[in-house]
């Protein structure tokens, strides 16, 4: 009988193995595809700018673009909070079901919905209902997401399963910046401003049907699992409710710089580049997609590094680079692709050493009971404030000849990061099922 255990172990631990994998990759599938809806907005804000709002003020109108997708941003840590709790309660996988079809609709309806002039300030209001769903549902995915990847990843490689979350983001966001590049090429200016603009709302609703597919096989996660057992049962220790405060408020410091620096070199530079220097549009989305996919791929690598010295390491070296590089790179940007193609792939290279390590740091953070409350409010709350206002405060600095306030304001933030990274304790490697 111990010869036939000892056969029979290993194809069990190779499909729990395959199991966690094919998890890995419904959820990462289904996280890239949000992130692309949601990166979408901010990609086509000129065109929506044109559409959406009175035309002639073209800065007021990009503003009004810009604050609509800072309101997205500020119904996160609602969003986070209220499928916290449903994820913590009644499990990650049916929270990253229902996200996926919220995030679906408000980019249907987004990709269908009269412009200005058809319906006037109704057009405005349908928008920013839209808008509001999606920072809704983006709250909770973004949380879930974050603590599932986590849960699933083994110990000594929480590091790299965990930069999947940020891979699914830079991807998102690359998706749509191709997407963007190619309807701009294949479509003239006219027809960009007239109808173009709808396509990428329109592809994601599709898209979001074979993300759902997938994410219906997923398997719940194992650490999920044996917290409702230990509860079930009353062996769960007491919740520590001051070190699970100290936990959030350090972790919404800690994502600060990272938010800001991250949304300011994927929402707002190409959109600088193209409204203040006067760069060609399809040259600015084809540079950035390439800018993304080089720092895409050095995620995976942060994470690695991150499990073998550390998470505080890699965490304080993103902080000072980027207080070193934010003036230089910001301010060599002009009319002329390359130099935003420069500047944007440094810059997301030390924002991707911050980015990667996000999902096993905040796991990390927080008890299991607790796991995805507590980063769907920090993490939501510090990019809702910190990171959906950073394009927001660079276009109103920037018409008010003042860039060098918004650099200055990127620089303090990610100072806060390293003093908060500087006061966390290492946890590389630990149990989070003890967490």
């Not at 907005?41 to 003020?57: H, Q």
């Not at 540079?287 to 965490?315: M, Y």
Request: proline residues 4%.
């Amino acid at each position: 009988m111990a010869l036939n255990l000892n056969v029979e172990q290993p194809p069990r631990a190779a499909s729990a193995a395959a199991i966690r994998r094919r998890s890995m990759m419904a959820s990462t599938v289904g996280n890239v595809l949000e992130w692309y809806e949601w990166s979408a907005y901010a990609v086509f804000a000129p065109f929506i700018a044109k559409a959406m709002f009175n035309s002639s003020d073209p800065v007021s109108a990009l503003l009004s673009t810009l604050a609509v997708f800072a309101v997205g941003f500020l119904m996160r840590p609602l969003g986070g909070i209220v499928f916290g709790r449903i994820s913590d309660v009644k499990g990650r996988k049916f929270v990253l079901i229902t996200t996926m079809l919220m995030m679906a609709g408000g980019s249907l309806l987004i990709g269908l919905m009269p412009t200005y002039g058809q319906i006037g300030v109704a057009a405005s209001v349908l928008l920013l209902l839209a808008r509001v769903a999606q920072g809704f549902a983006h709250g909770g995915e973004s949380a879930t997401a974050n603590t599932y990847i986590a849960e699933i990843a083994p110990h000594n490689k929480r590091g790299q399963w965990g930069s999947i979350v940020f891979v699914a983001i830079f991807g998102g966001s690359v998706l749509a910046f191709s997407i963007g590049g190619g309807v701009t090429n294949v479509l003239s200016d006219t027809e960009v401003a007239e109808w173009g603009w709808r396509i990428p709302f329109l592809f994601g609703a599709v898209l979001a049907l074979a993300a759902l597919y997938m994410r219906r096989g997923m398997s719940e996660s194992e650490v999920f699992d044996g917290q409702q057992e230990a509860q079930a049962v009353n062996t769960a220790p007491p919740l520590d409710r001051k070190k699970v405060v100290r936990s959030i408020l350090m972790m919404i410091g800690m994502t600060s710089g990272i938010t800001a620096a991250h949304y300011t070199w994927t929402s707002y530079a190409s959109t600088y580049a193209i409204t203040r220097q006067g760069m060609d549009a399809e040259g600015a989305y084809w540079v950035t997609v390439l800018a993304q996919l080089i720092a895409l791929a050095s995620l995976p690598l942060w994470g690695r590094l991150s499990d073998k010295i550390g998470r505080r390491p890699v965490l304080i070296g993103f902080a000072v680079a980027m207080i070193l590089a934010q003036i230089p790179l910001m301010s060599m940007i002009n009319s002329q692709p390359w130099t935003l193609f420069v500047a944007s792939t440094t810059a997301l290279l030390i924002v991707g050493a911050s980015g990667a390590l996000l999902a096993s740091v905040l796991s990390e953070a927080f008890p299991t009971r607790i796991r995805t409350q507590g980063i769907g409010f920090a993490y939501s709350f510090s990019v809702a404030i910190f990171g959906g206002t950073a394009p927001y405060l660079n276009a109103l600095f920037n018409s008010w000849s003042l860039g060098w306030m918004s650099n200055v304001y990127i620089m303090i933030l990610c100072a806060m990061t390293g003093l908060v990274v500087f006061k966390l304790r290492e946890t590389k490697g630990i149990d989070l099922k003890d967490a």
